[in-house]
């Protein structure tokens, strides 16, 4: 996926920070890249199936395997997309790396927070704690309207073990979402067990919640491959076709 914008504010930003400025790479195929925050592991097979389910409906390419990354490593700004699941408190990481962080997204990145428990707000605890790092007014939530919930599905919310009561905590700079705390579990909603079945059910809405958690798992990546480019209501018809 070619992100010349994400090259050009990175290289902006190193400007600024006094640093060498990465660009995003491994720009044939999407991977999935997990931020090693304890719990990486306990959904690290969800995502490559997530990917299959993309492949399918998109004509997006994803690795076989999502990997699981330091997020100190340079590799970081490799992926377009990274990936922390959780559950209670935010990591208790050095602020150095939430400012790295924060650079990422400035960067042109954007990181899914999501909790392993639905509801049990990791994802949110993380976007404050990214937040302190950003302009304060870069804390926002979705509405039903916002370009995630239509970049190739409709739905109204975020949804996958769980479905999102209200709308989703977000991180916004100059329009464009550059986090967001879902604690629906999406991972949970697609993960298969050693036989081949799933491993967690999905409440209160059985298999069409399912469906749903992979539909918004599609929004997902093609949100943050392409930002805003479904926000005019060009390609509603098309969208109101494909969702049939």
């Given amino acids: 996926m070619q992100r010349r914008r994400f090259i050009k504010a990175m290289t902006l930003a190193g400007l600024v920070l006094g640093r060498p400025a990465f660009a995003f790479g491994r720009a044939s195929q999407l991977t999935f890249a997990l931020l090693d925050a304890g719990d990486a592991a306990a959904r690290h097979k969800a995502w490559a199936r997530l990917g299959l389910e993309i492949e399918a409906r998109t004509s997006i390419k994803v690795s076989s395997e999502a990997l699981i990354i330091d997020p100190d490593a340079s590799e970081l700004f490799d992926y377009p997309l990274v990936v922390c699941v959780g559950q209670g408190e935010a990591p208790d990481w050095p602020e150095q790396r939430w400012k790295r962080l924060a650079h990422y997204v400035r960067s042109g990145g954007m990181i899914y927070f999501d909790s392993l428990v639905p509801g049990d707000q990791f994802g949110e605890r993380c976007l404050e704690r990214l937040a302190r790092q950003l302009p304060s007014d870069a804390a926002t939530q979705t509405t039903k309207e916002h370009v995630l919930f239509r970049s190739f599905y409709l739905l109204k919310s975020a949804v996958g073990r769980g479905v999102a009561e209200s709308q989703t905590p977000i991180l916004e700079l100059d329009g464009r979402m550059v986090a967001l705390g879902a604690d629906v579990d999406l991972g949970g909603a697609v993960l298969r ?33 392409c930002t805003d480019y479904k926000a005019d209501q060009v390609h509603i018809p098309f969208l109101l076709k494909r969702r049939q």
């Fill in 193 to 225: 067990d050693e036989f081949g079945a799933w491993s967690f059910s999905c409440d209160p809405g059985g298999e069409d919640q399912r469906e749903h958690a992979v539909r918004f798992g599609v929004n997902l990546v093609m949100y943050a491959l």
